[in-house]
């Protein structure tokens, strides 16, 4: 008996070898994904964040350091247009979750009610605007709300309202809200999709065992619904948050490089775009538009390791 103990190991130790033998066919299968991301997304992140480390003194490339950075965040030049753009970021994002995120909740919760009539219908019409590209939804809103030959006024005149039309893209209060609430009526349907599967994908046990409780209509949702949702939540907010502070296609297309008027829907995109390729008559800089493009990767991933290390780890710790 003692000596069958050897001989089973021994048997098995080449099994155990078996196991452990790389898979070359997930190496053959990835091999060409991970080249192609590493040559249009890796490669172009690291020498950008090279070229911030240098300046062109005299047409030479020079090590500059951290001065490029010192320059962007204190110089008065530099700093008064990064800390607008910066301040305007957060506006565009803060509108995005206070407006876009809760009215895609509250669609999907409706479009998934199971006595709703057409609601593929609907569903289908609130997606169409965001496949829609940035430059169309750019132009098609500039001409609606523009006060000579939109039809914004005269369709809130027929209403009776027309003393509370404005210039919204003119006026320096109200264009970079108006923009972000055009982009809001663009992308609403993600969260609202999103949303949708993932109340969709709630187990039917755990809903008739609120009714039997006496928990329907919106106590369900609010008291079942939402906290079993909460992880599609966070996914949509920090999609959110990447998406608004990558942007710049629907400021581009409707205010130009100048984000206009006078700079007040200027955010680190269009400020991005302007140092790094120059524009009118300023001259482009690569080394300082790789600072701000560096500063803007810098802001995202802080933002992305607080939603993962801070706000994901007590969204699973509520689930347990």
Not at 148 to 154: E, H, L, N, R, V
Not at 250 to 260: M, R, T
Request: proline letters at 6%.
């Amino acid at each position: 008996m003692a000596a069958a103990v050897p001989q089973a190991a021994a048997a098995a130790a080449p099994a155990t070898k078996k196991r452990r033998r790389p898979r070359l066919h997930v190496i053959v299968f990835l091999a060409p994904a991970v080249l192609i991301y590493t040559a249009v997304m890796i490669f172009p992140l690291f020498n950008t964040l090279r070229l911030a480390l240098y300046t062109r003194i005299d047409q030479e490339r020079v090590w500059a350091g951290l001065a490029n950075f010192q320059t962007l965040f204190f110089d008065p030049i530099w700093s008064e247009q990064f800390w607008n753009a910066l301040g305007n970021n957060f506006w565009f994002f803060l509108v995005h979750m206070l407006v876009q995120n809760p009215i895609g909740i509250a669609l999907a919760a409706l479009l998934s009610h199971p006595r709703l009539r057409f609601a593929a219908l609907y569903r289908s019409a609130i997606f169409i605007p965001t496949i829609l590209s940035f430059v169309i939804v750019g132009f098609a809103w500039k001409r609606i709300l523009s006060p000579i030959w939109g039809i914004a006024p005269s369709m809130l005149d027929a209403v009776g309202l027309k003393s509370l039309f404005a210039p919204w893209l003119g006026k320096e209060e109200y264009a970079l809200t108006t923009l972000a609430l055009i982009s809001v009526w663009q992308f609403v349907g993600i969260p609202m999709m999103l949303i949708y599967a993932a109340l969709l994908s709630i187990p039917e046990e755990v809903l008739e065992a609120g009714e039997i409780d006496g928990i329907t209509g919106f106590a369900a949702f609010w008291k079942i619904k939402l906290p079993l949702i909460l992880p599609s939540i966070g996914i949509i907010s920090i999609l959110t948050f990447v998406g608004n502070f990558n942007a710049f296609d629907l400021i581009y297309a409707s205010q130009g490089a100048l984000a206009g008027p006078d700079f007040s829907t200027d955010i680190l995109g269009t400020f991005m775009y302007r140092t790094f390729f120059g524009f009118q008559l300023q001259l482009g800089d690569p080394h300082m538009g790789s600072a701000i493009a560096s500063a803007m990767f810098a802001i995202i991933l802080v933002g992305v390791c607080i939603y993962l290390f801070g706000i994901q780890t007590r969204m699973r710790r509520y689930q347990l």
